[in-house]
């Protein structure tokens, strides 16, 4: 659609079509309160050239002609551009899913809901984008295969030895019935090959249907490791679940129940990550025990392997950040320090970061650092997605919800530098 009215200066046309000196012919009337406003309305067939009531002598008229000639091609050339609609990128969303290959730096997203904010038209989606990493362009990915259905809160874990993406449960309806399925995405990064989508079938008995839980991936075992959770209605869980072979290659994928010892209780909308060298997940905030907490709690031996999982809390020095639910964390293993952003509590929705210091629990007093101020920061959100690149020490955030956002949720890209605090 073409709104107002394009404008040109008079003295132009003046110039062009004004009296001529060299003609005996009577000149023309004066022109200075000659209106040329091309006038664009809601159609390009109606394209008006006003010009006003004056006499010219031919050459003049000529050249007059010439130049409105010339100005209505012009005219045309910009409406047509005008109309012209240019989108990249998904579209708003949040809950859903994102992964990282740190190699080439490309970031992998999946599903998520359109709006909370628009319950008359809901909308799961079932695409696949992947964000370069250095340019910040997003290429929409067709990927082969049965897709799985259109889904949020489910999780999402990347193994960037065999370049597969292993996504696991989530909400199919907006947000009900919840499933259990996995599937996992090849080629996930573009390279190897056309990505295509292939669904497990895993052995032994399966966790519950859930939405909104964590899961986080050993890489060395090729093992994920999932807790928590919603049933999609009222029952939030407390179990925690591996999944073997779980990028579908080595032998069948097969769940295992863990029995840890100690117990944070049931959550729901909590984050995690995990520490590889001292096998542990580490899981922050969320409803644990039925409010929003900003509890840090750590499972050791949590792949299953190596001796009993066990359940510690931490008890950080410092300030300690808020309470939240839905935050994200991302973690650098190297210096053993995890990164959070966002989420919400009573007060609305986040925009702050912190770091913790010794995570895991090993090697001094883990404790809490906010980072900031900052002269130019994301708006605050929750359920939004973050993934972390050591080699850069940045972390890159995706969508979510927001206050401001017109339908609630967003499709912004924010990159935060020194994402670790040094």
Same mark, same amino acid.
């Given at each position: 659609?073409?709104?107002?009215?394009?404008?040109?200066?008079?003295?132009?046309?003046?110039?062009?079509?004004g009296?001529?000196?060299?003609?005996?012919?009577p000149?023309?009337?004066?022109?200075?309160?000659?209106?040329?406003?091309?006038?664009?309305?809601?159609?390009? !067939?109606?394209?008006?050239?006003?010009? #006003?009531?004056?006499?010219?002598?031919?050459?003049?008229?000529?050249?007059?002609?010439?130049?409105?000639?010339?100005?209505?091609?012009?005219?045309?050339?910009?409406?047509?551009?005008?109309?012209?609609?240019?989108?990249?990128?998904?579209?708003?969303?949040?809950?859903?899913? =994102?992964v990282?290959?740190?190699?080439t730096?490309?970031?992998?997203?999946?599903?998520?809901?359109?709006?909370?904010n628009?319950?008359?038209?809901?909308? !799961?989606? !079932?695409?696949?984008?992947?964000?370069?990493?250095?340019?910040?362009?997003?290429?929409?990915?067709n990927?082969?295969?049965?897709?799985?259905?259109g889904?949020?809160?489910?999780?999402a874990?990347?193994?960037?030895?065999?370049?597969?993406?292993?996504i696991? &449960? #989530? #909400?199919?309806?907006?947000?009900?019935p919840?499933?259990?399925?996995?599937?996992?995405?090849?080629?996930a990064n573009?390279?190897? &090959?056309?990505?295509?989508?292939?669904?497990?079938?895993?052995?032994?008995?399966?966790?519950?249907?859930?939405?909104?839980?964590?899961?986080?991936?050993d890489?060395?075992?090729?093992?994920?490791?999932?807790?928590?959770g !919603?049933?999609?209605?009222?029952?939030?869980?407390?179990?925690?679940?591996v999944l073997?072979n779980?990028? @579908?290659?080595?032998?069948?994928?097969?769940?295992?129940q863990?029995?840890?010892? @100690?117990?944070p @209780?049931?959550?729901?909308d909590?984050? +995690?990550?995990?520490?590889?060298?001292?096998?542990?997940?580490?899981?922050?905030?969320?409803?644990?025990? #039925?409010?929003a907490?900003?509890?840090?709690?750590?499972?050791?031996?949590?792949n299953?392997?190596?001796?009993?999982?066990?359940?510690?809390?931490?008890?950080p020095?410092?300030?300690?950040?808020?309470?939240?639910?839905e935050?994200? +964390?991302?973690?650098?293993?190297?210096?053993?320090l995890?990164?959070?952003?966002?989420g919400?509590? =009573?007060?609305?929705?986040?925009?702050?970061?912190?770091?913790?210091?010794?995570?895991?629990?090993?090697?001094g007093?883990?404790?809490?650092?906010?980072?900031?101020?900052?002269?130019?920061? +994301?708006?605050?959100?929750?359920?939004?997605?973050?993934?972390?690149?050591?080699?850069?020490?940045?972390?890159?955030?995706?969508?979510?919800?927001?206050?401001?956002?017109?339908?609630?949720?967003?499709?912004?890209?924010?990159?935060?530098?020194?994402?670790?605090?040094?």
């Amino acid at each position: 659609m073409i709104t107002g009215a394009f404008e040109y200066k008079e003295d132009a046309l003046i110039g062009m079509c004004g009296p001529d000196t060299n003609t005996t012919d009577p000149p023309s009337r004066d022109l200075s309160r000659t209106d040329v406003r091309p006038k664009a309305e809601t159609s390009l !067939n109606r394209l008006y050239l006003t010009l #006003g009531d004056f006499k010219m002598n031919r050459r003049t008229n000529r050249r007059c002609f010439e130049l409105v000639f010339a100005l209505v091609l012009v005219l045309l050339a910009q409406a047509t551009m005008a109309q012209t609609w240019t989108s990249a990128g998904p579209l708003p969303r949040f809950d859903h899913s =994102a992964v990282l290959d740190s190699i080439t730096n490309r970031m992998i997203t999946f599903g998520g809901s359109n709006s909370p904010n628009n319950s008359s038209q809901p909308k !799961n989606f !079932n695409d696949v984008w992947r964000l370069n990493g250095a340019t910040l362009a997003w290429t929409r990915v067709n990927p082969n295969g049965t897709r799985p259905t259109g889904r949020n809160g489910h999780s999402a874990v990347y193994d960037p030895g065999s370049n597969r993406m292993v996504i696991f &449960g #989530g #909400g199919l309806g907006f947000s009900s019935p919840c499933a259990n399925d996995v599937w996992v995405l090849k080629h996930a990064n573009g390279d190897g &090959g056309k990505p295509a989508w292939t669904q497990l079938n895993p052995g032994g008995g399966s966790p519950a249907p859930r939405l909104r839980h964590t899961a986080v991936y050993d890489s060395t075992n090729n093992r994920m490791i999932v807790f928590g959770g !919603n049933d999609c209605f009222s029952t939030n869980f407390g179990d925690v679940w591996v999944l073997s072979n779980a990028n @579908g290659l080595g032998g069948t994928p097969t769940w295992k129940q863990l029995n840890p010892s @100690g117990s944070p @209780g049931t959550a729901e909308d909590s984050t +995690a990550v995990y520490d590889p060298g001292s096998n542990s997940m580490i899981v922050f905030g969320g409803t644990l025990g #039925g409010s929003a907490t900003n509890q840090v709690w750590v499972l050791s031996n949590a792949n299953g392997l190596g001796g009993t999982p066990t359940w510690t809390q931490l008890s950080p020095s410092g300030t300690l950040p808020p309470g939240r639910n839905e935050p994200r +964390a991302v973690y650098d293993a190297n210096n053993n320090l995890m990164t959070i952003f966002g989420g919400n509590n =009573a007060t609305g929705a986040l925009g702050d970061v912190w770091v913790l210091s010794n995570a895991n629990g090993s090697g001094g007093t883990p404790t809490w650092t906010q980072l900031g101020p900052f002269s130019f920061f +994301a708006e605050a959100r929750t359920a939004h997605s973050a993934v972390y690149n050591p080699s850069t020490n940045s972390m890159t955030i995706f969508g979510g919800i927001t206050e401001t956002t017109t339908n609630g949720s967003t499709n912004d890209v924010w990159v935060l530098s020194h994402a670790n605090g040094k």
